[in-house]
């Protein structure tokens, strides 16, 4: 089936750091792309999607020059978190959606990322 | 505005119970809808996807259902096993390539 490799999975940093993740599509190409964050024992929360060769769109409330957004090839999107501080700190999941003919556009999801802001 | 309502929120049943859970959208409009199960600390994993055409997809001891008219879904766990304890959530996408609209979800725990 269609695999989505994010990476890293868990990330501890000073904050004032940056931070970024990566999310490939390792089986088919992805134009587009999505990032969530997930707090505790809630769903999901989309911060943007992310359409290789063009801006973002980002969702309101959500900061584009804190999380920078880069979908640069049809396999690989990243995701920067700038000057990170504690209250980032949360689970950041990735997801693409397959548009090839006869897979409906099923989205599959990387396996997150922890990010801890000391 | 798309909203997607999960019903119950948690759920516990003995092992090799039957169980549905339940997924209830507004816009009835969809392109596609997608099951998903999440393990603590994990992402996402894709257990079916059922396109607007289509009334129903089953996968092993899974079958999900699709009536667009009254806007509702449910995911069928035949014979469940400690193993399916997880959350689950339903996401209702309604353009082509577009956003998906998440449920909450629905905590499961299957005692042995």
């Known amino acids: 089936g269609a695999v989505v490799s994010q990476h890293p999975s868990w990330v501890i940093c000073k904050s004032g750091t940056s931070v970024k993740i990566e999310c490939r599509s390792l089986?088919?190409?992805?134009?587009?792309m999505f990032w969530y964050r997930q707090f505790p024992k809630q769903s999901l929360m989309l911060m943007a999607t992310?359409?290789?060769?063009?801006?973002?769109?980002?969702e309101q409330g959500v900061e584009k020059d804190k999380f920078l957004i880069n979908h640069a090839s049809l396999t690989l999107s990243t995701l920067t978190v700038t000057s990170a501080h504690p209250e980032d700190s949360s689970f950041y999941i990735c997801s693409a959606r397959d548009l090839t003919p006869g897979q409906g556009g099923a989205q599959h999801f990387g396996d997150g990322t922890r990010l801890s802001i000391l | 505005k798309q909203e997607v309502t999960q019903i119950p929120a948690a759920l516990s049943v003995p092992e090799g119970e039957n169980l549905v859970l339940n997924c209830s959208f507004t816009d009835s409009a969809i392109y596609n809808l997608q099951w998903f199960r999440q393990d603590p600390g994990k992402g996402l994993t894709s257990l079916l996807l059922i396109q607007s055409s289509q009334r129903e997809q089953t996968s092993g001891r899974l079958n999900a259902s699709l009536d667009k008219s009254s806007g509702r879904s449910t995911l069928y766990i035949a014979a469940s096993q400690p193993g399916d304890s997880a959350t689950y959530l339903c996401?209702?996408?309604?353009?082509?390539?577009?956003?998906?609209?998440f449920g909450d979800g629905t905590t499961l725990t299957v005692k042995p």
């Open positions: 992310s359409n290789e060769g063009s801006k973002a769109t980002y």
């Open positions: 089986d088919f190409q992805a134009t587009t």
């Open positions: 996401a209702v996408m309604n353009t082509n390539a577009g956003k998906s609209t």
